[in-house]
């Protein structure tokens, strides 16, 4: 689904794309885990692989040295249609946090526990295990 800057946003805010998520993708640092969790959501919508992987923590099991590769991939998945995204809760720590959220994407639903951390600014890290 190509997403112009007058739709809605991804992330479900409501707001246009413009008005929300696009100012991340180009430069603003979220203020929160929540505000970058959303804004990743809407990056893999529009194929915003770079702000992917500026906001992927080096220790991610995620984070992949060879970009080519990893911008490959993200562009593939982002092909997908991200239909909605639910937050079911949100946890807020100073330099952790935590976000579980349902993804609607295809006809496949995401459920996970996401960990943030936060050095110069909030990174995404890992799906938390929940066992």
Do not use: Q
Not at 59 to 65: Q, T
Not at 117 to 122: A, N, P, Q, T
Request: charged residues 35%.
């Amino acid at each position: 689904m190509k997403i112009s800057k007058n739709s809605k946003c991804p992330c479900g805010s409501g707001k246009k794309y413009k008005e929300c998520c696009f100012k991340f993708h180009k430069g603003s640092n979220p203020k929160n885990a929540l505000e970058l969790m959303k804004s990743r959501f809407s990056a893999y919508a529009v194929g915003e692989a770079n702000y992917i992987i500026k906001t992927t923590h080096k220790n991610s099991p995620h984070f992949e040295e060879n970009k080519k590769e990893w911008i490959k991939s993200i562009k593939e998945f982002s092909k997908s249609e991200f239909k909605k995204l639910e937050i079911i809760n949100f946890i807020d720590g100073e330099k952790e946090a935590f976000v579980k959220f349902r993804a609607y994407i295809d006809d496949y639903v995401m459920e996970e526990k996401s960990r943030f951390i936060k050095k110069d600014k909030w990174y995404y890290v890992e799906a938390e295990n929940e066992n």
